[in-house]
């Protein structure tokens, strides 16, 4: 047998074919010689054929082309062979001109062999000997000319092409792709590029076209269109033998120099031992080149012995391909690569992955751990290990238990599996549920809505959605009207085109096309109607009579505002924007208010005369930050986007907002926080600076402040104000071990244009300081003035960002002192505050109350004193395993060493307490993995441990019940021996109170407080 090869047009076609014939069969000729030579044989009859999920994907596709054009997607676990089934699918049905869309090129290659040779139809006896192997044509660059694309198209059986290429000939070709091709293909569908593959997609609209994927869910979080018919789960190829066994080892090592070393050195060790029975190959995965060459010293410093390469997109194609090269012959023993070695890539004997750097998503751990599990005919292979460090780990939410501590991989992974594909069962079951119009424009899978609505309430029990049409009844004003109805769900999509003239020329010799979409539903449960369109420029009424009835009943600020009850349970409700309706005698106008124009917008002469006529804000509700406006004509949107539904959800959640009588729309701004500008800081004495709310909604190991040369990590230094006063500049530090390293100070002023305006100033203006945010670096000054500007809080319970003055409006109830609790500090130096370690000060504060809670019940008590502390003690307990109960105690020394009626004696600590509680807005993980990468930079320092009960084993255990999700329950107590309750001032009871307030409201966490007396 040889291989026949012509270059046509640039691309190259091949067939195998006897050694006597000298030129490429007639492509007719080679689909005849399938009919009554094909055989489909399963393996479970004589031990040869093909597999389980082969057999089923390939009658499922065959059954799908009886009663459907739709898109078909098949899942098959990576590894289980979905190129045989493509294979069989091809030669089962003569297809007559078949193109096979790859998301790479050396997929191409690789997928063109397989159709080359037939695979293993062959060998498994499903083809004969007289039935002839295809020409297989790879399409490598575009072909421009249409004569010559039809020519090329027509000498091949079988075209592979990458959609990239394909998408540049479909711009010039598009009539010869789609009168040419009878069936396509679209392998690794979850790496398919979603605006190429939809271009392509219209083209072939009416071929039978169906998906593989691995993962039912796309790389880029897009949706993966078409409906899936088959899914082969990762469970089942498990019991069926087809995946191998896999072995999980972690380690937690908080020093990246270290664990890199100690990760190769478990790789290498698993990969001797694995060698003396197998052949197995060792993968090192990296993110970058600069790990890849930092990772490969490694190994080669380790055991230089072994066969070890690196590859990555840098070294070139004949480089990567002599390594390749040798990776499929064996002659390698190491593999250091950053990501993988290209889709599709086939090779059974790579059996040990050692994760240096770890990928954040699901579909992309499902298709990398494919590659270790996969079993090989006739080839003998042991089972698979993967190695990674958990910690530092940044995944997302839905990896966070397979990363859990001793996780068993070969339940977990099928069980993300399947609940991740089932979510996209059930959004293709939601979007199936419409009675599809074959000629509506686009699908409904690729909708993303605003979260925005109008709201009407239904005076009758039922709805006419197809009553629509009378509002849309001058259908001369149209060039479309299309519509989807859920009759289940009750919800109606329309998408009209209306012809428009240009608002930029008088003459109508011009015109545009206006494309509008409507999604309406109808909760049967509130007996409201929500309509959400991309048309805001009025709000539906009619389109409302017209399918509910002309009793109607819009939702806005009449009636004593209902609209604005969508408001209503949000604490912390910071306003952005305003605007009004202010009633001036017989005259109304309307006036926007944005940012800090909003606080003389709401004085109270103001609002007493003013309809509220749009309002937008931000707050918290239910512990999770949100964003909601509305207006009082009857508008209610969000700030976010999402998919139809999501929309749904939210319009049932502000349905019930809206219906609940006991949210009064009238008080909706009583409480509401406003900015104010000022020229000058106020004559209030502040107490905290805190980083800014962004700033806790990322890693703190994102941060890292380089202060005169020295690096800090942000959960290692501490940020503090500097002898606060009621008057002057407010001047704050960044200290390390109590220990100043720079400090700044915040100037308010007039600017030459008379604005008022603001600026962070280093003291020392020569001193080199800078913060890093992930990938970019930022000079402080600039960092606090423009990115993320921190928060200064005044005893008063006031704040200020930059120059905008937040001033609190909710009544503040006194601090009842009756709550306060009284501990024995008997022999206890009150100047004392942390107990140190080597020696520690068993004088001190916090080793009395370490003392004292070792007599309680805690699994946990861990010394999180000194930089970047979350509290001078943390507590940790387990309870019926329901959820972990935290104590965050904070601790100040007395002045003076004696009690006092002073407030200073509070300022530090309840600082403290409430920089605290934005911990429980982060995720649990990062919480215990804080205390873990705090003891390990102790213990660089000297055997010295922050745990005063428990270990580091037990912390882990713990963290392993945060992976299975079990919930963190804060509680905060302050420690100040200064306070006698009995003696206790007005100032201290306010800051307390004030305290108290700000953790209920914020995050519905309970405040103790402990004194000496």
Avoid at 25 to 33: F, N, Q
Avoid at 223 to 247: M, S
Avoid at 336 to 365: N, W
Avoid at 912 to 941: C, D, G, P, V
Wanted: hydrophobic share 35%; glycine share 6%.
């Amino acid at each position: 047998m040889k291989t026949i090869k012509q270059i046509k047009f640039g691309n190259e076609i091949f067939q195998i074919v006897d050694d006597q014939i000298k030129k490429l069969s007639d492509p007719k000729v080679i689909l005849d010689s399938y009919k009554n030579n094909f055989k489909i044989k399963n393996e479970s009859i004589d031990g040869i054929g093909l597999r389980n999920p082969q057999i089923g994907a390939y009658y499922s596709v065959l059954s799908h082309w009886t009663n459907s054009s739709e898109i078909a997607t098949v899942v098959l676990p990576t590894g289980t062979g979905k190129t045989e089934t493509m294979l069989t699918l091809y030669c089962s049905e003569r297809l007559e001109k078949l193109l096979i869309i790859v998301p790479s090129d050396p997929l191409r290659e690789q997928i063109g062999n397989k159709f080359l040779e037939l695979g293993l139809l062959y060998k498994l006896g499903i083809l004969n000997k007289y039935s002839k192997t295809p020409i297989v044509g790879l399409l490598k660059k575009g072909i421009p000319n249409s004569d010559d694309l039809e020519d090329f198209i027509k000498s091949c059986n079988v075209i592979i092409a990458t959609s990239s290429i394909l998408d540049r000939s479909a711009k010039v070709n598009a009539e010869i792709l789609e009168k040419n091709f009878t069936h396509i293909f679209l392998d690794e569908a979850h790496h398919s590029e979603a605006s190429s593959w939809d271009r392509i997609r219209k083209i072939f609209k009416n071929k039978k076209i169906v998906q593989f994927t691995a993962t039912p869910f796309r790389n880029d979080t897009k949706r993966l269109d078409g409906k899936i018919i088959y899914n082969y789960p990762l469970r089942k190829a498990q019991e069926e033998k087809y995946f191998k066994p896999i072995k999980f080892e972690a380690i937690y090592e908080y020093d990246d120099i270290l664990a890199d070393e100690i990760l190769a050195k478990k790789g290498i060790k698993a990969l001797l031992e694995d060698q003396k029975k197998y052949k197995h190959i060792l993968l090192a995965r990296v993110k970058t080149q600069k790990r890849a060459d930092e990772v490969f010293e490694i190994y080669k410093k380790l055991n230089s012995k072994l066969k070890i390469e690196k590859i990555y997109s840098g070294l070139g194609k004949r480089q990567s391909k002599i390594i390749q090269d040798k990776l499929q012959n064996l002659n390698i023993d190491i593999i250091v690569c950053v990501d993988m070695l290209g889709e599709g890539f086939d090779l059974p004997y790579l059996k040990i992955a050692v994760l240096h750097d770890i990928r954040q998503s699901l579909p992309i751990t499902l298709q990398f751990i494919g590659r270790f599990t996969r079993t090989k005919l006739d080839v003998k292979l042991g089972n698979a290990t993967v190695i990674a460090n958990l910690a530092n780990l940044e995944v997302s939410k839905e990896l966070e238990l397979l990363y859990a501590k001793d996780p068993d991989w070969n339940i977990l992974l099928p069980t993300l599996s399947e609940n991740r594909t089932q979510q996209e069962i059930d959004l293709y079951n939601f979007l199936e549920g419409f009675k599809t119009n074959d000629d509506f424009p686009f699908s409904l899978q690729s909708l993303k809505p605003a979260l925005s609505t109008v709201v009407y309430k239904n005076n009758t029990n039922s709805w006419n959605p197809l009553n629509f049409k009378s509002y849309f009844s001058n259908d001369d004003d149209f060039e479309l009207i299309r519509h989807n109805y859920n009759q289940d769900e009750k919800v109606l999509v329309i998408v009209t085109a209306q012809r428009v003239q240009t608002d930029w020329l008088i003459s109508s010799s011009l015109d545009d096309v206006l494309w509008n979409y409507y999604i309406i539903h109808w909760s049967t449960k509130l007996n409201l109607l929500f309509i959400n369109s991309s048309d805001n420029s009025g709000l539906h009424s009619q389109l409302a009579k017209s399918i509910i009835g002309d009793d109607a009943e819009i939702i806005n600020g009449e009636n004593g505002g209902k609209i604005f009850r969508v408001l209503g349970k949000i604490k912390r409700f910071k306003l952005q924007n305003v605007g009004l309706s202010e009633i001036i005698g017989k005259f109304i106008r309307f006036v926007m208010r944005v940012g800090s124009d909003i606080e003389p917008a709401l004085s109270k002469s103001q609002l007493n005369k003013a309809k509220k006529s749009m309002i937008y804000g931000t707050g918290y509700e239910n512990g999770n930050e949100i964003s909601i406006g509305c207006s009082y004509k009857g508008r209610i949107w969000s700030r976010r986007r999402n998919n139809l539904p999501t929309l749904i959800n939210w319009f049932n959640h502000i349905g019930q907002k809206i219906n609940d009588k006991s949210i009064n729309g009238d008080d909706i701004l009583k409480d509401a926080l406003v900015a104010k500008a000022l020229f000058v800081r106020p004559a209030e004495v502040p107490f905290m600076i805190d980083w800014n709310e962004d700033v806790y909604n990322n890693l703190e190991t994102k941060y890292t402040f380089m202060i005169g040369g020295i690096a800090y990590p942000l959960y290692n230094i501490d940020i503090k104000l500097i002898d606060p006063k009621e008057n002057g500049d407010i001047k704050f530090g960044f200290f390390h071990e109590n220990k100043l390293v720079t400090d700044l100070v915040l100037k308010i002023f007039k600017d030459k244009d008379g604005n008022p305006n603001y600026e962070f100033k280093k003291v020392n203006s020569r001193q080199l300081a800078t913060v890093r945010v992930g990938t970019k670096t930022y000079d402080i000054e600039y960092y606090f003035t423009k990115v993320e500007v921190p928060s200064i809080w005044f005893v008063t319970g006031n704040y200020l960002e930059g120059n905008n003055f937040y001033e609190l409006k909710s009544i503040i109830n006194e601090f009842d002192c009756n709550k306060i609790q009284v501990a024995d500090f008997t022999g206890i130096d009150l100047n004392v505050e942390s107990q140190g370690y080597n020696p520690k000060k068993t004088n001190s504060i916090q080793f009395r109350i370490i003392e004292n809670l070792k007599k309680g019940d805690y699994d946990i008590i861990f010394d999180d004193d000194g930089s970047g502390e979350i509290a001078d003690i943390v507590t940790l307990k387990v309870e019926d395993k329901i959820k972990i109960k935290v104590e965050l105690y904070h601790l100040k020394y007395a002045i003076k060493g004696k009690t006092s009626e002073q407030i200073k004696n509070l300022y530090e600590v309840c600082a403290q307490a409430q920089k605290s509680i934005n911990w429980r807005f982060k995720r649990s993980k990062e919480f215990i993995e804080h205390l873990l990468r705090r003891e390990a930079l102790r213990k660089q320092k000297g055997n010295y441990t922050r745990y005063e009960l428990g270990d580091e084993a037990k912390m882990l255990e713990i963290l392993d019940l945060v992976n299975k999700r079990l919930p963190l329950d804060f509680e905060v107590y302050i420690v100040q021996p200064s306070l006698d309750k009995n003696k206790i001032s007005n100032d201290q009871l306010n800051l307390l109170s004030i305290t108290e307030s700000y953790l209920i409201e914020r995050a519905a966490v309970k405040l103790n407080v402990i004194s000496s007396r």
